[in-house]
């Protein structure tokens, strides 16, 4: 139904939708990669796949829609930028910090990350949290789910596991 409606009115509407998006981006920060046009398509793209009904049909509603879907669609831009920024600076402070380990020793600790995984999947996803992407113990709790105490219990032991998987391999 509303793809129907989306390409009988889009006449009209992809005009009205790229200078939306262009109002919209002038309040972003400055050097935002997405342009107004690519937003106004995004949009497009979002309303064509979108499952939902629409309670009002008329041409207002479609325009409250298009407008919540540019406003998550910048939200979520942001977000993502936000996450690369900060793994970025994550990543140059590690090297600062951290000597380069031997590709020797990466392979291990690489199997037994593996023999972890098959021993307790969610403790594995919380080593390579910690200590591959670098987010704190903090990060990595809210990120799973985890009460604060039963984290520090699964790094003490993911620390031994594979201290001792290492040892063997």
Known sequence: MLQKTIQRELVWFYPWLVEFSRRLLGGERTGHTLQPTALAHEV????????????????????????????????????KHQTRVKAFK??????????ALKPATVDKLLMALERLRGFDAELARFVELRFFEGYSRQEAVEILNLSPRTAARKWIFAKAYLAKAMEQD
């Open 44 to 79: 497009i793209s979002k309303l064509m796949r979108w499952e939902g009904e629409m309670s009002d049909s008329s041409k207002r509603g479609l325009q409250q829609l298009a407008a919540c879907m540019a406003r998550k669609t910048l939200i979520d831009s942001g977000r």
């Open 90 to 99: 994550r990543i140059a402070a590690q090297k600062e910090q951290s000597p």
